[in-house]
């Protein structure tokens, strides 16, 4: 286990409260997205040009079509982000941009974008970490909605999206202990994975969740792969479970039962995130539970987790679990606070792990 704090002047919320606006700007994959947030809670405005329709065909995301996109759509959205929250780039205290981990093309696309509005504009550029931007999502909120419970450290945070699943102690703003992660197929890719291999679209995880509400989760008894002793997580044996099941099945030449097997691969994944989950939030004797990332809009996943968790659960709207650049903002704002900038030689990172924030 390692403990890592991002540079080196991170301090705790109850220190610092200046006010601050931050541009966002999200590009690590295939959502081009622009975000401005106050004070690091209260969302002015957050717009996401999804390339959905766009990947479907491919069963994922080819990146070559991801980065010419993002191009077409990244200055359109962050003009329309100022123009939704009433403010002239004038009017902003910093620029935060996801830096990595991504897609290198995509994430190319924004990080030259920011420069170039920071440069022009004379404002602070911020590179923010994808995870650690999902980890301050559940601070936000609408400018018109009554502000939620603020979360209190230390917490423990599930990371949950596209090709991460990671258990992270936060011990105070910008102040990580990775526990460990998934040693092979992140629970997202393991959606993805399922759903093509049941006939599902993409992205997986919905269809999966779609799929498996007409299903028995109690149907097929897939395994859990629970490395104990560990904080890791593991679902290649999973996958391969529900594929030598598929493959029984259909040598029988029997009905395929989608929505069994969609069910019970949900319940196996949701097990295994859950079960460890509170596990670790007792050990670390965590005041609060964060779920955060993409999968984390899994309705089996939401009512699990706050069912057994032993202490308040914190779980972004649907809106802010899947890739947005209200997170990165939010995030931006206690690097910038904590007088974090970084400089124009600033290059993106794609396989920017957490632990090794500077």
């Known amino acids: ?105 995509s994430l190319v696309v924004g990080v030259n974008t920011a420069k170039g509005l920071a440069l022009g504009s004379g404002l602070p550029l911020i590179g923010i970490n994808h995870l650690e931007a999902h980890l301050y999502s559940p601070w936000l909120y609408e400018a018109e909605a009554t502000p939620p419970e603020e979360p209190q450290f230390p917490l423990l945070a599930l ?51 779609k799929a498996a509400e007409n299903g028995s989760a109690v149907a097929f008894h897939f395994p859990r792969a629970w490395l104990e002793g560990s904080w890791d997580f593991s679902f290649s044996g999973l996958k391969t479970a529900v594929l030598r099941e598929v493959r029984r099945i259909e040598t029988h030449t029997h009905p395929l039962p989608v929505a069994d ?45 706050r069912m057994r968790a032993p202490c308040p659960v914190y779980i972004p709207p649907i809106s802010l679990c899947t890739d947005n650049a209200a997170m990165v903002a939010g995030a931006g704002y206690f690097h910038f606070i904590a007088g974090h900038q970084d400089g124009w030689d600033m290059d993106v990172l794609p396989n920017w792990p957490l632990t090794e924030l500077l």
Not at 12 to 35: F, H, M, N, W, Y
Not at 175 to 198: C, N, V
Request: glycine letters at 8%; hydrophobic letters at 45%; a neutral charge.
């Open 1 to 105: 286990m390692s403990v890592m704090s991002t540079r080196s002047s991170a301090q705790k919320s109850s220190d610092l409260q200046p006010q601050a606006r931050i541009l966002g700007v999200e590009t690590s994959c295939d959502e081009t997205a622009a975000a401005v947030v106050e004070d690091g809670r209260v969302i002015l405005s957050s717009l996401v040009a999804s390339q959905v329709e766009l990947h479907a065909k491919f069963g994922g995301v080819f990146p070559e079509v991801a980065s010419r996109q993002h191009i077409r759509t990244i200055y359109p959205i962050i003009e329309q982000a100022l123009q939704q929250a009433h403010v002239s780039l004038a009017e902003i205290d910093a620029i935060a941009v996801t830096r990595g981990p991504g897609l290198p093309g």
């Open 159 to 209: 990371i949950v999206s596209g090709g991460h699943t990671e258990l992270v102690l936060m011990k105070e703003h910008l102040t990580y202990q990775r526990l460990g992660g998934t040693l092979d197929d992140a629970a997202g890719e393991a959606f993805d994975k399922i759903a093509r291999l049941l006939g599902l679209s993409y992205p997986g995880g919905p269809s999966i969740q």
């Open 261 to 305: 097997l969609a069910a019970s691969f949900q319940a196996a994944v949701v097990d295994a995130l859950v079960s460890k989950t509170m596990k670790a939030a007792h050990h670390f004797a965590a005041k609060g539970i964060l779920v955060a990332g993409g999968v984390s809009a899994n309705k089996a996943l939401r009512e699990s987790i």
